[in-house]
């Protein structure tokens, strides 16, 4: 993650209410959007991550997707979602720049848990799986797309909770043909989770399809440990995917719109299905079933989430029919997609859904009364943001108390697992929340970084065939190879 410019005073925050509700704790996280504090909630005692997310105007694309964003989170409710507990009040309607997203607060991501643990139990499989299937039928019965699903995208703890998070490229799915297609022009998902369909822009209408895809592939490394298809381009993407899943078929190549992939596919020599249990040894068989259904190469032939639960894998832990679904998204709430909005449009949108988290403020904004009355916080929060990050800069004591909290989180006893799943009742039922834990997190939810440099991220990464991830794989190989040979010599 970049690392953020030091903060230019300590005012940090103090022109915002509400400062003296949270004690900051330290710096977790960095990046180009702003900086990430632990704290607690003093008016609930919880444990939460501050988000402070700078220059929010500065580009009006930017500004749109973070208020997609928390939108999206305000009404996706749900326990294996991540949740924003609170969004504070800024002084002004019409002046304001940075805004402050509270969450609650993980461990770490399911990144980190697959390269620190490589002796994960069939109980972890099914239910790592179990979870992340239940969260995106909740979501894609919202008629909302996530489009950017990838283990540093599942945020994690140590008692095996596993919660979806990043909304920042999610949709909401609205057209006159139906629940179930969609078409996008704009990027969709990292390519290692992106769909073959995704990769040569197949078909006119996307489904949610893609995010089963992606499900997939997170699936398949959970069980080996490693990412199913780190494809250096799209191209090589297609060809490492048909390696394993053998030639589509020609009635799947016929239906592909884009004709330079269609004649890519036509052209292709002819390779067979390579057998799943070859390619992932010990792994149980239901599991390699569903696997199988969920990476199809045709999204036809994927389930979807609700029907990948009720697969025979599931047996005695799911009950589809009982899983919480959630009320379609309003195409009202999402008008403003429909048209190019000012910097103001989008800012007095964003404060508008900010006030959702102010009863109070919100009746008295809409009333147009002053809101004079409100009482500023002292400078008290912004010493302690400023002295976070100090630390945190001169490698203070936090860091070694962080990286406790980190491997605490990806060490994960199979006790944990055996202890949700001997209660499928209370997973499936009733208010269908789970236990939450009051740890750390080292990793929260990211809100995008501007659209220009995302381009140019793309660009660079697919120019040099690595991205970030891909060079990290590559590192890791590179080390498990070194180790191999030493050991051969000695």
């Known amino acids: 993650m970049a690392t953020s410019a030091p903060m230019d005073n300590k005012s940090f925050f103090t022109e915002y209410g509400e400062a003296n509700r949270f004690s900051i704790h330290e710096v977790i996280g960095k990046g180009s959007y702003g900086v990430v504090c632990s704290a607690t909630d003093n008016k609930t005692g919880e444990k939460v991550a501050i988000k402070k997310i700078t220059d929010v105007f500065e580009h009006v694309s930017d500004a749109t997707r973070i208020l997609r964003e928390v939108k999206l989170l305000r009404v996706l409710k749900h326990p294996d979602i991540v949740e924003v507990k609170h969004i504070v009040l800024p002084p002004n309607p019409r002046e304001f720049k940075d805004i402050f997203v509270i969450f609650e607060l993980m461990e770490t991501d399911l990144h980190q848990v697959i390269k620190a643990n490589d002796d994960l139990t069939h109980e972890h499989h099914q239910f790592f799986l179990y ?188 009950d589809p029919s009982r899983e919480p679904a959630a009320e379609i998204i309003s195409r009202t709430e999402y008008a403003f997609e429909s048209r190019k909005l000012t910097q103001e449009e989008v800012r007095g949108l964003l404060y508008r859904e900010i006030l959702e988290y102010h009863p109070q403020a919100k009746r008295e904004f809409e009333e147009g009364e002053s809101r004079s009355n409100f009482q500023y916080p002292n400078g008290g929060m912004g010493a302690d943001f400023a002295a976070a990050e100090e630390r945190d800069q001169n490698g203070g004591a936090e860091d070694g108390h962080r990286d406790k909290l980190r491997r605490s989180a990806q060490s994960l006893p199979k006790e944990s697992v055996d202890r949700y799943r001997d209660d499928a009742a209370y997973l499936v039922g009733g208010n269908g929340a789970l236990k939450r834990s009051d740890s750390i997190s080292n990793d929260q939810v990211s809100l995008p970084s501007s659209t220009e440099q995302l381009d140019q991220l793309m660009d660079q990464a697919d120019a040099m065939s690595l991205d970030e991830q891909e060079l990290e794989a590559a590192q890791e190989e590179a080390r498990r190879m070194m180790e191999e040979n030493m050991r051969n010599r000695g």
């Open 131 to 318: 979870q992340l299937l239940r969260g995106l039928k909740y979501v894609h019965t919202a008629n909302v797309y996530h489009r950017d699903l990838k283990p540093k995208n599942i945020l994690a703890n140590a008692d095996c909770k596993l919660k979806i998070c990043d909304f920042g490229l999610a949709r909401p799915a609205f057209h006159d043909s139906g629940p179930t297609t969609v078409f996008w022009t704009d990027y969709v998902a990292t390519r290692w989770y992106r769909a073959p369909e995704l990769c040569g822009s197949f078909f006119t209408k996307y489904t949610p399809a893609i995010d089963i895809w992606s499900i997939g592939c997170i699936f398949a490394e959970i069980l080996s440990g490693r990412p199913l298809f780190p494809g250096k381009n799209v191209v090589h993407q297609l060809e490492i995917i048909t390696d394993l899943l053998g030639t589509p078929h020609p009635d799947v190549i016929n239906r592909v719109r884009n004709e330079k992939a269609r004649r890519f596919l036509g052209n292709m020599r002819v390779k067979p299905k390579i057998p799943f249990s070859s390619r992932f040894p010990g792994a149980a068989p239901a599991a390699l079933a569903l696997l199988e259904r969920m990476i199809a190469f045709d999204p036809e032939d994927r389930p979807t989430a609700e029907e990948a639960l009720a697969d025979p894998y599931f047996a005695g832990l799911a």
